[in-house]
């Protein structure tokens, strides 16, 4: 599965990326993630050189009918996207989608995650920022919108981290052989590990302590129960 992120901030991927099973994911080339920034392909007026000779390259611009966010403008948006599709081209058999991030688009799902591993080789995925992207650019694209829950984040970039790394966990080869095996199985909201009980706060002089017990059918070693009680308290 090869990612190609359309984003003014790539740097905001950095350690993400690097880290636990998404970072070997990469190292092991199960999966890609490339970047792309719109600014890089702004021209004409909007690229501005000031009298100490610095350059600023605008991709934004008012909204027509007012409001007050700032658009990010449709080119630079487009150019960056056939920047990768030209590059997508060169290979056989590939299988494209756009998403674009919207907190009114689709709601992101498991389901939807392992539908796009399925289904795609590469996916593009464009974060806006400030109002969001010119309407005309998911249009071209036949882009679908996406969002990751009901609320209002600053930009697209952290939807596009939680879509990597939903849509990874389902890329084989990408969890190993446990993890696979826990993904597969009835989960449980409430997980428990060494001591039994665990007193707290600490116990010392003064200090008056409270005992919290492991539930005791996960001491029982009866497989049968275990599995119903971690069904009664799955939250999925
Ligand atoms: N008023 C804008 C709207 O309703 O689309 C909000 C724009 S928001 C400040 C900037 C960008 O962050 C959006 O264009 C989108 O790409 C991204 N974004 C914000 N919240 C999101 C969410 N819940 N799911 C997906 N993307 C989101």
């Known amino acids: 599965m090869r990612f190609h992120i359309v984003t003014l901030f ?15 994911a990469i190292a092991e080339k199960h999966i890609s993630v490339s970047f792309v ?6 021209t004409g007026k909007y690229k501005k050189v ?22 990010i403008r449709a ?4 150019r960056a996207v056939e920047s990768i599709t030209k590059k997508i081209a060169k290979r056989a058999k590939v299988k494209v989608k756009v998403i674009h991030f919207a907190p009114s688009g689709e709601k992101f799902t498991t389901a939807y995650a392992k539908t796009s591993a399925k289904k795609y080789t590469d996916i593009i995925m464009l974060c806006g920022r400030y109002e969001g992207i010119d309407a005309r650019v998911a249009k071209i694209l036949k882009a679908e919108d996406v969002s990751i829950g009901d609320y209002v984040l600053t930009g697209g970039e952290l939807p596009a981290m939680v879509l990597i790394d939903s849509i990874s966990r389902q890329v084989p080869g990408v969890l190993g052989k446990l993890e696979s095996l826990e993904e597969e199985r009835v989960s449980s909201s409430e997980f428990y590990t060494r001591p039994e009980i665990l007193e707290w706060p600490i116990p010392k002089k003064g200090v008056k302590s409270k005992k919290y017990s492991v539930p005791p059918v996960l001491l029982s070693g009866d497989h049968k129960k275990i599995e119903e009680w971690k069904k009664g308290t799955s939250k999925n």
């Open 10 to 24: 790539p740097e905001a991927f950095d350690s993400y990326l690097k880290e636990s099973i998404i970072g070997r």
């Open 37 to 42: 920034n719109p600014r890089m392909f702004v």
């Open 75 to 78: 080119e630079p948006v487009l």
């Open 50 to 71: 000031w009298p100490d000779g610095n350059v600023s390259m605008i991709v934004d611009d008012r909204p027509f009918g007012g409001g007050p966010g700032m658009i």
